[in-house]
Structure formats: structure tokens, C-alpha cells
């Protein structure tokens, strides 16, 4: 199993979340005028490899991988987006509960916290990212 795909089954019970997708789900659903709400959405981000330690052969290579869950807020009851953001918080909460902590078959730490941003908001929808960072071990051992 793919740490995308484990960390998207992690996050599956999240008390009314009605869905949890990839990043190919979330550039259609960017562009979609109608989307599950609230949503998630799990896409990785960045793979930074260490230094390789000048070994022979077969390379074992810490990188640090950077994963965005990007949440999906709907509250057409305020136009502004002001409804939506305020809902938006308990959901950032559940994420971090879920995975801050948590080492997932594979890697070699637990999930930290990476930081969070802004990503869009119209007509009621807040689109927002939060960060989490993991080590894990590339090879090239077959």
C-alpha cells in the first residue's frame, strides 16, 4: 500500500468528512461547480532526499516527504466564506488528531505538522491546506 493511500484510509473515519480523495480527485474537483462537502483531499507534495552517504551497491536514502491534506468547506448560508471558516476549524483539528504522531507502515518517524495555508474561498467554499511532514526510506534494492 502507497503512504498516500494509507494515510487517505487514516483519515476516512473523520466524523463528517463525506469523502477522502487523491490528488487526481482534487484537480477535478477544483474545477467541478459541485463538490462533496466537506471534503479532503490527500496529495503529495515534495520529496526531499538526504545526502547519500557515498555507499557502494544497493542505496538506502532518508528523504523527507511533505503531504498536503487539503479540506474542503461548503456554507452557502454566508457568502463571504466568514460561515465556512469558522467550520473549517474543527475539521483542521481532526486531521492534525489523526495523523501528528502517527507512523504509518514504512516510514521511519511519525507525522509532524508542516504548516497550513489559504488556498481559495468563493461564494461560501473554503478551499484550505494544512502540511505534514515524514521521514521515510527510498532503495534501490530490489
Request: no cysteine; net charge negative.
Given at each position: 500500500?502507497?503512504?498516500v493511500q494509507?494515510v487517505?484510509?487514516r ?22 461547480p459541485?463538490?462533496?462537502t ?5 496529495v ?6 538526504r545526502?547519500?552517504e ?24 454566508d ?5 465556512a ?6 475539521f483542521?483539528e ?7 504522531g502517527?507512523?504509518?507502515p ?8 508542516g504548516g497550513g495555508q489559504?488556498?481559495?474561498?468563493e ?11 515524514i ?6 534494492d530490489?
Amino acid at each position: 500500500m502507497s503512504l498516500v493511500q494509507a494515510v487517505i484510509d487514516r483519515l476516512k473515519g473523520i466524523p463528517g468528512i463525506r469523502s477522502v480523495q487523491g490528488a487526481v480527485e482534487l484537480a477535478a474537483a477544483l474545477k467541478a461547480p459541485v463538490v462533496a462537502t466537506p471534503g479532503i483531499f490527500v496529495v503529495p507534495l515534495r520529496d526531499l532526499p538526504r545526502e547519500d552517504e557515498g555507499f557502494t551497491g544497493d542505496v538506502t536514502q532518508l528523504v523527507d516527504s511533505t503531504f498536503g491534506v487539503v479540506l474542503v468547506i461548503d456554507n452557502k448560508r454566508d457568502g463571504t466564506g466568514a460561515a465556512a471558516f469558522n467550520d473549517l476549524e474543527p475539521f483542521r483539528e481532526a486531521v492534525r488528531k489523526k495523523l501528528m504522531g502517527w507512523t504509518p507502515p514504512g516510514a521511519q518517524a511519525p507525522f509532524t505538522a508542516g504548516g497550513g495555508q489559504l488556498i481559495d474561498m468563493e461564494s461560501g467554499r473554503v478551499w484550505w491546506g494544512d502540511d505534514f511532514l515524514i521521514e521515510q526510506y527510498w532503495s534501490s534494492d530490489e
